[in-house]
């Protein structure tokens, strides 16, 4: 089971939006719509941020919106702020005997 | 609080063997498939481990399938990882992390360090 493929960073400026894409197979993301997404601060614990393609856990901004077309998900990151910068993971469960699978990660740089 | 609690890192060396214990506070751990992932340093997460929440369902990432053993003590609302054989790829930070009502991952630990080195 190959990890999911994410750019490896993404830049934007305070106030814009930025989106991060996943791309899976059709045997893991095109498959089910079990993607989440987690940030991590460094030093820290991943948190996540979307469950299920587009849910967002009580908590957590609604300018983070997430998305699916086939086997590419998506995280967009509306009105940027200085604390979004962080690393952005992936993950979708793929019903095999390896039964998740993590994206290559993302770091996200405000500007 | 709600919260994960690891501990049992450390310094192993190669082939050796290691226990790590994953506490849960103020929930009933065995209400949750619970999962393990770890992080190499500088690298991204890698998935371990789940066991569900009924106790059958068990399944391993493919590079720690015969090696890792993952289990829970219910009366010690405890979750643990098994680690034998161990490798230098092995060395990462060991996160435990419960599945929620979704498909997500919504509560983790702060990580124990496992460094696998003579």
């Known amino acids: 089971q190959s990890a999911l493929t994410q750019p490896a960073s993404v830049s934007g400026s305070l106030g814009q939006s930025i989106t991060i894409s996943c791309t899976g197979t059709s045997s893991d993301v095109g498959f089910y719509d079990y993607v989440s997404w987690y940030q991590q601060h460094p030093g820290k614990a991943p948190k996540l941020m979307i469950f299920d393609v587009t849910n967002r856990p009580s908590g957590v901004s609604n300018r983070f919106s997430g998305s699916k077309s086939g086997s590419t998900a998506s995280l967009t990151i509306s009105g940027l702020q200085a604390e979004d910068e962080a690393d952005y993971y992936c993950n979708s469960y793929t019903g095999s005997d390896t039964l998740y699978v993590f994206g290559t990660g993302t770091k996200l740089t405000v500007l | 609080e709600v919260q994960l609690a690891e501990s049992g890192g450390g310094l192993v060396q190669p082939g050796g063997s290691r226990r790590l214990s994953c506490a849960a506070s103020?929930?009933?751990?065995?209400?949750?498939?619970m999962n393990w992932v770890r992080q190499a340093p500088g690298k991204g997460l890698e998935w371990v481990s789940v066991v569900s929440a009924s106790g059958v369902g068990v399944y391993y990432a493919d590079s720690v399938r015969g090696r890792f053993i993952v289990s829970r003590d219910s009366s010690r609302n405890t979750l643990y990882l098994e680690m034998n054989s161990l490798r230098d790829e092995d060395t990462a930070i060991y996160y435990c992390?419960?599945?929620?009502?979704?498909?997500?991952?919504?509560?983790w630990g702060q990580g124990t360090p496992v460094i696998v080195s003579t």
């Open positions: 992390a419960r599945r929620g009502s979704g498909r997500g991952f919504d509560l």
């Open positions: 103020e929930f009933i751990l065995s209400s949750y498939a």
